[in-house]
């Protein structure tokens, strides 16, 4: 079973302090909130927001506005979209619902410069629920749509999973209309900048490794994400001050989960950190296409603002064994296959 440590930073000097503590859980309220959006629904909108938790539908996922499977906010009640929403809170810290909420309502901002209300549509984000939530089962769970994919595991009602985490922003940065300046992903895009631009000369040789950037993420929807070159700026050559802004750029794409989930993946982090390494590829003036990765050997992070004049985010966390669960999927079955 993977392990969680509380991680504490010490001002550049990046994390410095380590303290033991239980294995990430699901939060309590997560299966009564599930079961409770169950409860609400109809037979007939059941049916389609519920899938067997072994259905192949449960590695299915896009980023991009498309029809999907499950149960959109649109086709609920406003109880039920209460429920569903309950349930989104949950899974998601509160910077994390407000990074969701920010981006659904982009919909809305596509409308007002021109885009087809019937596709962009704030109401269309999809809501699946995999087996049977309770506290002591094995199941899941996902939200999507637009710029949006969410996904949790719990394992036997004791370790939970949450890659693919996937959020996305089109534009990056409102620049016309009643909310010009917002920009739902700042965080991310402005630490990367940060860290490309404290780099010295030979530094940037290494980090940057290509002057062109890429479409998009380059791991894209896979079911299982590709481990990409082994190129880019390691942990080791960073100065302190360096090495605190890269553990802030993960703590930012981190801390979109609860916070017993962000420590683990902090811990992942520093675990690894001598094999991190910082890669970047494009320009380094603001609308110029750029891209970033952090990549260590059981994860990665990927940013890139490329499409639309570099006004147009998408990023992504993926475990190499972990997306969906299925290292403690693993380790669970194993148990269970050793029991007398």
Known sequence: MRRIVTLAL??????????????????PAMAAAARAFLDSLTPELKARAQ???????????????????GLTL???????????????????????????????SLEDVLVELGGNPVQRDRQLYYFSIFGEPSPK???GWRYEGHHLSQNWTIVNGIALATTPQFFGANPAEVRQGSRTG???????EDLGYELLRSLDGSQRQSAVIDPKSPNDILTTNTREAAIQEDRGLPYAQM???QRAILVKIIEEHAGAQAEPVAKERL?????????IKFAWMGGAEKGEGHYYRVQGPAFIIEFDNTQNNANHIHQVWRDYKGDWGRDLLAEHYKAAAHKP
């Open 182 to 188: 917002l920009r739902a992903l700042a965080a991310e």
């Open 267 to 275: 811990a992942k982090a520093k675990d690894a950190l001598n094999q």
């Open 137 to 139: 089962a094995t199941w």
């Open 74 to 104: 649109k086709d609920m009640t406003e109880p039920q979209r209460t429920a569903a929403m309950n349930l989104l809170r949950t899974g998601l810290s509160e910077k994390g619902y407000s990074k969701a909420e920010t981006i659904r």
């Open 10 to 27: 010490l001002l550049g000097t990046g994390i410095v302090a380590i303290a033991r503590t239980p294995p990430a859980a699901p939060p």
């Open 51 to 69: 899938f067997p938790f072994d259905a192949d539908e449960r590695f299915v996922w896009f980023y991009t506005p498309v029809p999907r499977k």
């Open 239 to 241: 100065t302190a001050a």
